[in-house]
Protein backbone atom coordinates (compact mmCIF):
# COMPACT_ATOMS: atom_id res chain seq x y z
CA UNK A 1 0.00 0.00 0.00
CA UNK A 2 1.25 3.46 -0.95
CA UNK A 3 -0.39 6.30 0.67
CA UNK A 4 2.10 9.08 -0.20
CA UNK A 5 -0.23 11.19 -2.29
CA UNK A 6 0.39 14.60 -3.32
CA UNK A 7 -0.87 17.87 -1.51
CA UNK A 8 -3.22 19.47 -3.71
CA UNK A 9 -5.12 22.91 -3.09
CA UNK A 10 -8.43 21.79 -1.43
CA UNK A 11 -6.40 19.44 0.62
CA UNK A 12 -4.25 22.53 1.71
CA UNK A 13 -7.28 24.84 2.20
CA UNK A 14 -9.22 21.95 4.31
CA UNK A 15 -6.04 21.42 6.53
CA UNK A 16 -5.56 25.46 7.57
CA UNK A 17 -9.32 25.87 7.88
CA UNK A 18 -10.14 22.89 10.36
CA UNK A 19 -6.40 23.53 12.67
CA UNK A 20 -7.50 27.66 12.62
CA UNK A 21 -10.68 26.71 14.30
CA UNK A 22 -9.19 24.06 16.56
CA UNK A 23 -6.40 26.95 17.43
CA UNK A 24 -9.14 29.25 17.71
CA UNK A 25 -11.19 26.93 20.15
CA UNK A 26 -8.32 25.96 21.89
CA UNK A 27 -8.08 29.80 23.17
CA UNK A 28 -11.76 30.31 23.53
CA UNK A 29 -11.90 27.08 26.25
CA UNK A 30 -8.70 27.64 27.45
CA UNK A 31 -10.21 28.03 30.63
CA UNK A 32 -12.80 24.79 30.51
CA UNK A 33 -9.89 22.58 29.35
CA UNK A 34 -7.12 23.94 31.74
CA UNK A 35 -8.80 23.65 35.07
CA UNK A 36 -10.42 20.28 34.31
CA UNK A 37 -9.77 17.77 36.86
CA UNK A 38 -6.14 16.04 35.81
CA UNK A 39 -4.85 19.28 34.09
CA UNK A 40 -5.84 21.32 37.09
CA UNK A 41 -3.71 18.85 39.18
CA UNK A 42 -1.17 18.66 36.99
CA UNK A 43 -0.57 22.84 36.35
CA UNK A 44 -1.01 23.01 39.99
CA UNK A 45 2.00 20.80 40.49
CA UNK A 46 3.89 22.42 37.63
CA UNK A 47 3.42 25.68 38.97
CA UNK A 48 4.53 24.59 42.80
CA UNK A 49 7.19 22.57 41.33
CA UNK A 50 8.32 25.22 38.32
CA UNK A 51 9.03 21.83 36.65
CA UNK A 52 7.59 18.87 34.06
CA UNK A 53 4.82 16.84 36.33
CA UNK A 54 5.07 13.14 35.55
CA UNK A 55 3.01 10.90 36.76
CA UNK A 56 2.92 6.93 37.12
CA UNK A 57 6.07 6.98 34.80
CA UNK A 58 4.75 8.72 31.92
CA UNK A 59 7.45 10.96 30.75
CA UNK A 60 6.07 11.43 27.36
CA UNK A 61 3.68 14.04 28.97
CA UNK A 62 6.62 16.40 29.05
CA UNK A 63 5.54 16.99 25.03
CA UNK A 64 2.34 18.75 26.37
CA UNK A 65 3.69 21.04 28.99
CA UNK A 66 7.09 22.16 27.40
CA UNK A 67 5.44 25.80 26.51
CA UNK A 68 4.02 26.18 29.88
CA UNK A 69 7.59 25.71 32.06
CA UNK A 70 9.56 28.40 30.76
CA UNK A 71 6.52 31.14 31.50
CA UNK A 72 6.34 29.37 34.81
CA UNK A 73 9.86 30.03 35.54
CA UNK A 74 9.64 33.46 34.18
CA UNK A 75 7.07 34.24 36.29
CA UNK A 76 3.94 35.18 33.66
CA UNK A 77 0.66 35.66 34.48
CA UNK A 78 -1.36 32.94 35.23
CA UNK A 79 -3.85 33.77 32.34
CA UNK A 80 -1.20 33.70 30.00
CA UNK A 81 0.22 30.03 31.58
CA UNK A 82 -3.07 28.56 31.17
CA UNK A 83 -3.26 29.92 27.85
CA UNK A 84 -0.37 28.13 27.08
CA UNK A 85 -0.97 25.07 28.50
CA UNK A 86 -4.04 24.73 26.30
CA UNK A 87 -2.58 25.89 23.00
CA UNK A 88 0.38 23.08 24.06
CA UNK A 89 -1.60 20.21 23.21
CA UNK A 90 -2.77 22.26 19.95
CA UNK A 91 0.78 22.45 18.90
CA UNK A 92 1.59 18.94 19.38
CA UNK A 93 -1.12 17.65 17.29
CA UNK A 94 -0.38 19.77 14.38
CA UNK A 95 3.23 19.38 14.66
CA UNK A 96 2.71 15.60 14.33
CA UNK A 97 0.52 16.26 11.74
CA UNK A 98 2.99 17.90 9.64
CA UNK A 99 5.41 15.54 10.18
CA UNK A 100 3.15 13.19 9.13
CA UNK A 101 1.96 14.68 6.26
CA UNK A 102 4.48 17.30 4.86
CA UNK A 103 7.64 15.15 5.95
CA UNK A 104 6.86 11.34 5.47
CA UNK A 105 3.68 12.80 3.05
CA UNK A 106 1.51 10.31 4.02
CA UNK A 107 -1.79 11.26 3.34
CA UNK A 108 -3.71 8.34 5.48
CA UNK A 109 -2.35 8.43 8.07
CA UNK A 110 -2.53 12.02 8.74
CA UNK A 111 -5.93 12.69 8.15
CA UNK A 112 -6.50 9.57 10.86
CA UNK A 113 -5.31 12.62 13.27
CA UNK A 114 -7.41 14.89 12.15
CA UNK A 115 -10.75 12.48 12.32
CA UNK A 116 -9.42 11.50 15.63
CA UNK A 117 -8.78 14.77 17.38
CA UNK A 118 -11.74 16.64 16.34
CA UNK A 119 -14.34 13.78 14.90
CA UNK A 120 -13.81 11.01 17.53
CA UNK A 121 -13.03 12.86 20.36
CA UNK A 122 -14.73 15.28 22.62
CA UNK A 123 -14.49 15.07 26.11
CA UNK A 124 -10.66 14.38 25.05
CA UNK A 125 -10.65 18.10 23.80
CA UNK A 126 -11.23 19.17 27.10
CA UNK A 127 -9.42 16.03 28.96
CA UNK A 128 -6.10 17.45 27.32
CA UNK A 129 -3.65 15.83 29.91
CA UNK A 130 -4.90 12.04 29.07
CA UNK A 131 -2.00 10.67 27.86
CA UNK A 132 -4.55 8.43 25.61
CA UNK A 133 -6.01 11.70 24.05
CA UNK A 134 -2.62 13.11 23.09
CA UNK A 135 -0.81 9.69 22.65
CA UNK A 136 -3.02 8.91 19.95
CA UNK A 137 -0.65 11.18 17.27
CA UNK A 138 2.37 8.70 18.27
CA UNK A 139 0.12 5.98 17.13
CA UNK A 140 -0.70 7.73 13.84
CA UNK A 141 2.84 8.56 13.23
CA UNK A 142 4.67 5.21 13.81
CA UNK A 143 1.98 3.63 10.66
CA UNK A 144 2.92 6.43 8.24
CA UNK A 145 6.88 5.57 9.44
CA UNK A 146 6.25 2.10 8.99
CA UNK A 147 4.96 2.66 5.68
CA UNK A 148 7.96 4.39 5.16
CA UNK A 149 10.09 1.86 5.69
CA UNK A 150 8.23 -0.76 3.87
CA UNK A 151 8.59 1.57 1.09
CA UNK A 152 12.01 1.16 0.92
CA UNK A 153 12.97 4.68 1.83
CA UNK A 154 15.38 2.93 4.70
CA UNK A 155 18.03 5.29 6.48
CA UNK A 156 19.71 5.85 9.37
CA UNK A 157 17.14 8.54 9.71
CA UNK A 158 13.98 6.54 9.46
CA UNK A 159 15.66 3.86 12.18
CA UNK A 160 16.34 6.92 14.73
CA UNK A 161 12.26 8.47 13.67
CA UNK A 162 11.26 4.59 14.64
CA UNK A 163 13.37 4.62 17.49
CA UNK A 164 12.11 8.35 18.94
CA UNK A 165 8.71 6.97 18.06
CA UNK A 166 8.94 3.44 20.20
CA UNK A 167 10.65 5.35 23.45
CA UNK A 168 7.21 8.05 23.41
CA UNK A 169 5.01 5.25 23.41
CA UNK A 170 6.92 2.98 25.95
CA UNK A 171 6.60 6.51 28.18
CA UNK A 172 3.12 7.49 27.97
CA UNK A 173 0.54 4.82 28.00
CA UNK A 174 0.84 0.86 28.08
CA UNK A 175 -2.41 0.84 25.88
CA UNK A 176 -0.87 2.84 23.03
CA UNK A 177 1.89 0.65 22.73
CA UNK A 178 -1.49 -2.06 22.78
CA UNK A 179 -3.01 -0.86 20.23
CA UNK A 180 -0.44 0.09 17.74
CA UNK A 181 0.23 -3.74 18.36
CA UNK A 182 -3.33 -4.36 16.96
CA UNK A 183 -3.46 -2.30 14.16
CA UNK A 184 -0.32 -3.18 12.81
CA UNK A 185 -1.48 -7.07 13.35
CA UNK A 186 -4.43 -6.67 11.60
CA UNK A 187 -2.60 -4.75 8.42
CA UNK A 188 -0.44 -7.52 8.70
CA UNK A 189 -2.74 -10.28 8.15
CA UNK A 190 -4.21 -8.43 5.25
CA UNK A 191 -0.60 -7.57 3.43
CA UNK A 192 1.51 -9.58 5.33
CA UNK A 193 6.10 -7.79 5.50
CA UNK A 194 8.51 -8.42 7.53
CA UNK A 195 9.06 -4.95 8.45
CA UNK A 196 5.52 -4.46 9.96
CA UNK A 197 6.16 -8.35 11.95
CA UNK A 198 9.33 -6.99 13.41
CA UNK A 199 7.61 -3.60 14.83
CA UNK A 200 4.83 -5.65 16.14
CA UNK A 201 7.89 -7.47 17.82
CA UNK A 202 9.28 -4.64 18.90
CA UNK A 203 5.93 -3.58 20.36
CA UNK A 204 5.81 -6.51 22.60
CA UNK A 205 8.49 -6.59 23.55
CA UNK A 206 8.46 -2.85 24.89
CA UNK A 207 5.22 -3.60 26.72
CA UNK A 208 7.05 -6.32 28.71
CA UNK A 209 9.58 -3.73 29.64
CA UNK A 210 6.70 -1.57 30.60
CA UNK A 211 5.06 -3.36 32.87
CA UNK A 212 8.65 -4.80 34.89
CA UNK A 213 9.97 -1.30 34.74
CA UNK A 214 7.80 1.29 34.12
CA UNK A 215 5.09 1.40 35.87
CA UNK A 216 4.06 2.10 39.35
CA UNK A 217 1.55 0.62 42.20
CA UNK A 218 -1.23 2.43 40.22
CA UNK A 219 -1.27 0.73 36.88
CA UNK A 220 0.60 -2.56 37.83
CA UNK A 221 -2.10 -3.53 39.86
CA UNK A 222 -4.46 -3.29 37.46
CA UNK A 223 -2.19 -5.07 35.08
CA UNK A 224 -1.62 -7.91 37.72
CA UNK A 225 -5.27 -8.40 38.39
CA UNK A 226 -6.03 -9.82 35.18
CA UNK A 227 -7.54 -13.51 35.49
CA UNK A 228 -9.19 -15.59 32.98
CA UNK A 229 -12.52 -15.79 35.38
CA UNK A 230 -13.24 -12.36 33.72
CA UNK A 231 -13.64 -12.93 30.55
CA UNK A 232 -17.14 -15.18 31.44
CA UNK A 233 -19.88 -13.79 29.61
CA UNK A 234 -21.80 -12.88 32.18
CA UNK A 235 -18.50 -11.09 34.08
CA UNK A 236 -18.25 -8.62 31.05
CA UNK A 237 -21.65 -8.12 30.83
CA UNK A 238 -21.88 -6.73 33.89
CA UNK A 239 -18.65 -4.64 34.37
CA UNK A 240 -18.86 -1.03 34.70
CA UNK A 241 -16.97 -0.72 31.36
CA UNK A 242 -19.25 -2.85 29.33
CA UNK A 243 -22.76 -0.67 31.32
CA UNK A 244 -21.31 2.25 30.24
CA UNK A 245 -20.17 1.01 26.79
CA UNK A 246 -23.75 0.19 26.09
CA UNK A 247 -25.34 3.38 27.44
CA UNK A 248 -23.37 5.88 25.48
CA UNK A 249 -23.59 4.16 22.25
CA UNK A 250 -25.62 6.83 21.01
CA UNK A 251 -24.77 9.46 22.81
CA UNK A 252 -20.71 9.61 22.42
CA UNK A 253 -18.51 9.68 19.63
CA UNK A 254 -21.65 9.74 17.14
CA UNK A 255 -19.63 11.32 13.90
CA UNK A 256 -16.97 8.63 13.87
CA UNK A 257 -19.36 5.87 14.90
CA UNK A 258 -21.41 6.44 11.69
CA UNK A 259 -18.38 7.04 9.55
CA UNK A 260 -16.87 4.02 10.51
CA UNK A 261 -20.15 1.76 10.08
CA UNK A 262 -20.59 3.59 6.67
CA UNK A 263 -17.33 2.19 5.42
CA UNK A 264 -17.75 -1.16 6.95
CA UNK A 265 -20.91 -1.50 4.58
CA UNK A 266 -19.31 -0.27 2.04
CA UNK A 267 -16.63 -2.98 2.34
CA UNK A 268 -19.42 -5.61 2.77
CA UNK A 269 -21.01 -4.33 -0.35
CA UNK A 270 -17.82 -4.87 -2.30
CA UNK A 271 -17.33 -8.16 -0.86
CA UNK A 272 -13.90 -7.24 1.10
CA UNK A 273 -15.86 -10.09 3.69
CA UNK A 274 -11.70 -10.53 5.66
CA UNK A 275 -11.37 -7.13 6.26
CA UNK A 276 -14.56 -6.15 7.71
CA UNK A 277 -14.07 -9.92 9.90
CA UNK A 278 -10.69 -8.93 11.00
CA UNK A 279 -11.11 -5.38 11.76
CA UNK A 280 -14.21 -6.23 13.96
CA UNK A 281 -12.21 -9.32 15.87
CA UNK A 282 -9.76 -6.21 16.21
CA UNK A 283 -12.30 -3.81 17.74
CA UNK A 284 -13.38 -7.04 19.87
CA UNK A 285 -10.16 -7.95 21.30
CA UNK A 286 -8.94 -4.54 22.18
CA UNK A 287 -12.19 -4.06 24.22
CA UNK A 288 -11.62 -7.12 26.36
CA UNK A 289 -8.29 -6.36 26.89
CA UNK A 290 -9.42 -2.67 28.02
CA UNK A 291 -12.16 -3.98 30.03
CA UNK A 292 -9.43 -6.48 31.91
CA UNK A 293 -7.16 -3.82 32.60
CA UNK A 294 -10.15 -1.78 33.99
CA UNK A 295 -11.42 -2.77 38.17
CA UNK A 296 -14.90 -2.16 38.37
CA UNK A 297 -15.73 0.94 40.26
CA UNK A 298 -12.45 2.67 39.32
CA UNK A 299 -11.76 5.02 36.49
CA UNK A 300 -15.49 5.47 35.96
CA UNK A 301 -14.57 9.47 35.06
CA UNK A 302 -12.11 8.25 32.35
CA UNK A 303 -14.61 6.07 30.32
CA UNK A 304 -14.81 8.44 27.29
CA UNK A 305 -10.95 8.13 27.28
CA UNK A 306 -10.85 4.70 27.34
CA UNK A 307 -13.86 4.27 24.83
CA UNK A 308 -12.07 6.44 22.25
CA UNK A 309 -8.98 4.24 21.94
CA UNK A 310 -11.74 1.82 20.77
CA UNK A 311 -12.95 4.34 17.86
CA UNK A 312 -9.54 5.37 17.04
CA UNK A 313 -8.34 1.67 16.17
CA UNK A 314 -11.76 1.53 14.28
CA UNK A 315 -11.04 4.83 12.16
CA UNK A 316 -7.47 3.80 11.44
CA UNK A 317 -8.30 0.11 10.67
CA UNK A 318 -11.44 1.63 8.39
CA UNK A 319 -8.97 4.33 6.63
CA UNK A 320 -6.09 1.68 6.07
CA UNK A 321 -9.22 -0.79 3.59
CA UNK A 322 -10.00 2.36 1.65
CA UNK A 323 -6.46 3.35 1.19
CA UNK A 324 -5.57 -0.82 0.67
CA UNK A 325 -8.62 -1.39 -2.16
CA UNK A 326 -10.27 2.11 -2.89
CA UNK A 327 -7.36 3.97 -2.70
CA UNK A 328 -8.14 5.59 -6.43
CA UNK A 329 -11.34 7.16 -4.61
CA UNK A 330 -9.18 8.99 -1.75
CA UNK A 331 -10.30 12.44 -2.44
CA UNK A 332 -13.71 11.33 -1.28
CA UNK A 333 -12.55 9.94 1.72
CA UNK A 334 -10.68 13.32 2.57
CA UNK A 335 -13.96 14.91 1.85
CA UNK A 336 -15.66 12.77 4.51
CA UNK A 337 -13.18 13.51 7.55
CA UNK A 338 -13.36 16.93 6.35
CA UNK A 339 -17.36 17.26 6.17
CA UNK A 340 -16.83 14.98 10.18
CA UNK A 341 -14.28 17.36 11.15
CA UNK A 342 -16.51 20.70 10.97
CA UNK A 343 -19.41 18.45 12.55
CA UNK A 344 -16.89 17.39 15.23
CA UNK A 345 -15.68 20.76 16.10
CA UNK A 346 -18.90 22.61 16.08
CA UNK A 347 -20.08 19.85 18.44
CA UNK A 348 -17.06 21.13 20.34
CA UNK A 349 -17.80 24.65 20.23
CA UNK A 350 -21.83 24.32 20.91
CA UNK A 351 -20.42 21.98 23.92
CA UNK A 352 -21.93 23.30 27.49
CA UNK A 353 -21.34 21.19 30.43
CA UNK A 354 -17.84 22.68 31.08
CA UNK A 355 -18.47 26.25 30.93
CA UNK A 356 -21.26 25.08 33.09
CA UNK A 357 -19.39 23.46 35.63
CA UNK A 358 -16.71 26.33 35.78
CA UNK A 359 -20.03 28.78 36.48
CA UNK A 360 -21.50 26.15 39.06
CA UNK A 361 -17.95 26.45 40.84
CA UNK A 362 -18.00 30.27 40.45
CA UNK A 363 -21.61 30.65 42.18
CA UNK A 364 -20.41 28.51 45.49
CA UNK A 365 -17.05 30.63 45.62
CA UNK A 366 -19.36 33.82 45.66
CA UNK A 367 -21.36 32.47 48.45
CA UNK A 368 -18.33 31.32 50.64
CA UNK A 369 -16.34 34.60 49.47
CA UNK A 370 -19.95 36.49 50.95
CA UNK A 371 -19.30 35.29 54.17
CA UNK A 372 -15.72 36.07 54.42
CA UNK A 373 -14.39 31.94 53.55
CA UNK A 374 -11.92 31.71 51.12
CA UNK A 375 -11.68 27.79 52.37
CA UNK A 376 -14.91 25.90 52.16
CA UNK A 377 -15.32 22.17 53.05
CA UNK A 378 -18.13 20.45 51.24
CA UNK A 379 -19.81 17.15 51.53
CA UNK A 380 -20.52 15.27 48.68
CA UNK A 381 -24.51 15.33 49.63
CA UNK A 382 -24.22 18.86 49.40
CA UNK A 383 -23.16 19.80 46.03
CA UNK A 384 -24.70 18.96 42.54
CA UNK A 385 -22.51 16.11 41.43
CA UNK A 386 -24.24 16.53 37.87
CA UNK A 387 -21.96 19.68 37.69
CA UNK A 388 -18.35 18.26 39.66
CA UNK A 389 -16.29 16.11 37.34
CA UNK A 390 -13.92 14.61 40.02
CA UNK A 391 -14.03 15.45 43.52
CA UNK A 392 -10.68 14.74 44.62
CA UNK A 393 -9.56 17.47 41.91
CA UNK A 394 -12.11 19.81 43.16
CA UNK A 395 -9.71 21.97 45.30
CA UNK A 396 -7.09 22.53 42.41
CA UNK A 397 -9.92 23.45 39.86
CA UNK A 398 -11.32 26.45 42.28
CA UNK A 399 -8.21 27.13 43.41
CA UNK A 400 -6.71 28.10 39.44
CA UNK A 401 -10.20 29.57 38.26
CA UNK A 402 -10.71 31.56 41.63
CA UNK A 403 -6.82 32.49 41.10
CA UNK A 404 -7.39 33.99 37.46
CA UNK A 405 -9.87 36.85 38.91
CA UNK A 406 -7.24 37.62 41.75
CA UNK A 407 -8.86 36.49 45.11
CA UNK A 408 -7.79 32.90 45.67
CA UNK A 409 -10.31 30.13 46.95
CA UNK A 410 -11.00 26.75 47.09
CA UNK A 411 -12.95 23.84 48.03
CA UNK A 412 -12.79 20.59 49.21
CA UNK A 413 -15.54 18.27 48.57
CA UNK A 414 -15.45 15.85 51.05
CA UNK A 415 -16.55 11.66 50.29
CA UNK A 416 -15.49 10.10 53.37
CA UNK A 417 -17.65 9.92 55.92
CA UNK A 418 -14.61 8.90 58.67
CA UNK A 419 -12.62 12.14 57.68
CA UNK A 420 -11.84 13.86 60.23
CA UNK A 421 -11.53 17.88 58.89
CA UNK A 422 -9.81 18.62 62.60
CA UNK A 423 -6.41 16.67 62.11
CA UNK A 424 -5.74 18.91 59.10
CA UNK A 425 -7.69 22.83 59.42
CA UNK A 426 -5.46 25.11 60.33
CA UNK A 427 -5.09 28.45 58.94
CA UNK A 428 -2.06 27.62 56.31
CA UNK A 429 -3.30 24.32 55.54
CA UNK A 430 -4.31 23.13 51.71
CA UNK A 431 -6.33 20.32 51.33
CA UNK A 432 -5.69 18.65 48.21
CA UNK A 433 -5.99 15.45 46.63
CA UNK A 434 -6.72 12.79 49.48
CA UNK A 435 -3.33 10.65 48.81
CA UNK A 436 -1.69 14.34 49.10
CA UNK A 437 -3.36 15.35 52.78
CA UNK A 438 -0.18 14.72 54.77
CA UNK A 439 1.59 16.71 52.49
CA UNK A 440 2.86 20.05 53.71
CA UNK A 441 4.38 22.06 50.78
CA UNK A 442 3.01 25.75 50.93
CA UNK A 443 1.37 26.51 47.82
CA UNK A 444 3.22 29.66 45.22
CA UNK A 445 2.19 32.58 46.70
CA UNK A 446 3.52 33.95 43.29
CA UNK A 447 -0.01 32.72 41.44
CA UNK A 448 -1.88 31.80 44.46
CA UNK A 449 -2.69 34.12 47.19
CA UNK A 450 -4.53 32.19 49.01
CA UNK A 451 -5.70 33.85 52.56
CA UNK A 452 -4.50 31.97 55.79
CA UNK A 453 -7.88 31.00 57.45
CA UNK A 454 -9.40 28.01 58.53
CA UNK A 455 -11.88 25.70 56.25
CA UNK A 456 -15.46 26.66 57.00
CA UNK A 457 -18.67 23.99 56.35
CA UNK A 458 -21.64 24.69 54.46
CA UNK A 459 -23.27 24.25 58.30
CA UNK A 460 -20.83 27.28 59.32
CA UNK A 461 -21.90 29.08 57.22
CA UNK A 462 -25.69 28.35 57.19
CA UNK A 463 -25.51 27.30 53.31
Known sequence: MDSTIK???????????????????????????????????????????????????????????????????????????????????????????????????????????????????????????????????????????????????????????????????LTTHAFLLIISGIILASFCVLRFSKIKAGIIIALAVLFLIKLKFLTDGYESGKFNGVSKDIFLPETVNKSWFTFFFKQQFNKTFVVVKVCSIILLVFFLYKRKWIFVVITLLALLVLFLIIYSFMPNGESIAYMDSYQSMIYLTGCILCSIGFYLYFNQYSKYFIAMIFISGLVGLFKIYKEHQYTDRIAYYYELMQKSSAKGCNKLFLQENEVDMQKVSLTWATPYETLLLSSLKGSSQTIYINNDPNFNLEKYNNSTKFLGAIWLLDDTTNINNDYFKLEAKPYKTAKNLNF
Open 7 to 169: INKFELAAIFLLFFIYSYLSIHFYIDRTTLTDNAFYLFKMIQLKSFNIEHLRYGAITTQWLVIPLIKLGASLKTILMAYSFNVFLQYFIGFCIVRFYFKNQLFAWCIIAYIMAAMHFGFFYTGCELVFGAVWICTLLALTEQIENELRSKKHYLLLAVNLILL
